[in-house]
């Protein structure tokens, strides 16, 4: 049966009535799964997203009216099942509103996607779609080619938008089975084992004929146009990204909004952005090994500094988490800590709210191992903090560096 929304894509509302209403426990959870005798909301199927909506029951003047929000349609057994957050009684006269915005994008990005696997198959690329997928923000193709150069991209993104702004018609024709003899022509990657009844081919014309399931646009102008974006292999393949329609304008705006900050963080225009960021890469690898360089030499400094001290247990604290510093420690003290304990904290106070826990120090404690056996979980839970270790050697992270005396 080929529901409503696919004879009249365009027809945003409906008046149907309530013909089961079954109710599903997920746990705590509940939901009703509601079937029509016709519905304007799509249910999920040939790489389309299902639609989302409302129900609403129609009643007098006197009675409230009560409107169910549905966020799930699927397909079984033949017939469009509606998952909705409230009850409908079985034979209730309602009115069915389509999600417009959501539903006018898929079909944006749905007949886009029609278009490019036509043009990416035909001479000389020669590429099939092999599935695709429409995204919340953004959709692939996956093609049956190992690698897409840029220049053919770009050349397959001329010839989608050329015929996009002539104005193809896009048709669709409902057959009246599988079997029927005009199917010859139309491309398909095979029908549900279980499909049963008409069988519907939407045509560009003069450029493709594809069995869909899918609620589809009635022109290429429709979709204003299409945008390739990047590509990924994937097994031998190839997955195309691309957006349709309004898509590209919401990309073009986030690309706008990010080159306005980068042009306050980094004070050049945007042809200048890519040598500037490398310029200060390169500037940033090079204070990083001056930075650990100096760690070294400052854990050198306090390593003298604490094997002169005759304290049973050494306490060293460093502001940040350091990891130079802290191997470095360890090993000028190496020796030492073979008869007394040192323990190292590393980390910034940082005041949480309350009954916040996060974990932003560091601790290590090392000394002869049958004491940092004995101390080691004590000095974690001591610290407020978790650990573990072997071999002379516990180590963990904490929070409250307020501990650090005490422990």
């Known amino acids: 049966m080929l ?8 027809l945003q509302q409906l008046t149907s009535t309530v013909v089961a209403c079954n109710e599903v426990k997920k746990g705590k959870k509940k939901h009703f799964e509601v079937v029509l005798e016709d519905t304007v909301l799509f249910a999920e199927g040939g790489g389309q997203p299902c639609d989302h909506g409302q129900i609403s029951v ?3 003047e006197q009675e409230k009216t009560l409107m169910a929000a549905v966020k799930d349609v699927q397909r079984k057994d033949g017939v469009a ?11 209730s006269k309602v009115d069915v509103v389509v999600d417009w915005k959501r ?59 050329s015929l996009i702004q002539a104005a193809v018609p896009v048709i669709t024709k409902v057959f009246s089975s599988k079997d029927d003899e005009g199917l010859s022509s139309a491309h398909t990657r095979g029908l549900p084992a279980d499909h049963s009844g008409p069988v519907r081919v939407v045509e560009i014309e003069g450029v493709d004929q594809n069995m869909c399931c899918g609620t589809h646009l009635t022109c290429l102008s429709q979709i204003q146009m299409i945008k390739l974006l990047h590509t990924e292999s994937k097994r031998g393949h190839t997955l195309l ?83 130079e510093y802290s191997l470095t420690l360890q090993r000028e003290l190496r020796e030492v800590c073979e008869k007394r304990v040192l323990l190292l904290t590393m980390g910034e106070q940082v005041i949480l709210p309350p009954r916040t826990s996060q974990n932003n120090a560091q601790f290590v404690l090392r000394g002869p191992v049958d004491i940092v056996d004995q101390l080691g979980k004590g000095v974690a839970q001591k610290l407020g903090g978790k650990g573990g270790g072997k071999d002379g050697k516990f180590q963990g992270k904490f929070s409250d560096l307020r501990k650090i005396d005490e422990t």
């Open 3 to 10: 529901l409503k929304c696919q004879r009249e894509p365009f």
């Open 58 to 60: 129609i009643g007098t």
């Open 81 to 91: 099942v509606h998952t909705a957050d409230k009850r409908l009684e079985v034979g």
């Open 103 to 161: 539903r006018y994008d898929h079909m944006q990005q749905h007949t886009g996607q029609h278009l490019l696997s036509a043009i990416a198959e035909q001479a000389p690329y020669h590429y099939n779609t092999v599935s695709w997928n429409l995204g919340a923000t953004v959709s692939h193709v996956e093609l049956n080619t190992p690698k897409i150069t840029e220049d053919v991209k770009m050349e397959i993104e001329r010839k989608v938008n």
């Open 241 to 323: 990204y691309f957006v349709c329609g309004d898509r590209v304008l919401s990309t073009l705006q986030t690309a706008l909004n990010i080159q306005h900050q980068l042009n306050a963080l980094l004070s050049c225009p945007p042809d200048a952005f890519p040598p500037m960021v490398d310029k200060l890469s390169k500037e940033c690898r090079t204070f990083r090994k001056t930075a650990e360089k100096l760690s070294e030499e400052l854990a050198v400094i306090h390593a003298a500094s604490l094997r002169d001290s005759r304290d049973a247990v050494l306490s060293m604290h460093r502001g940040a988490s350091d990891n």
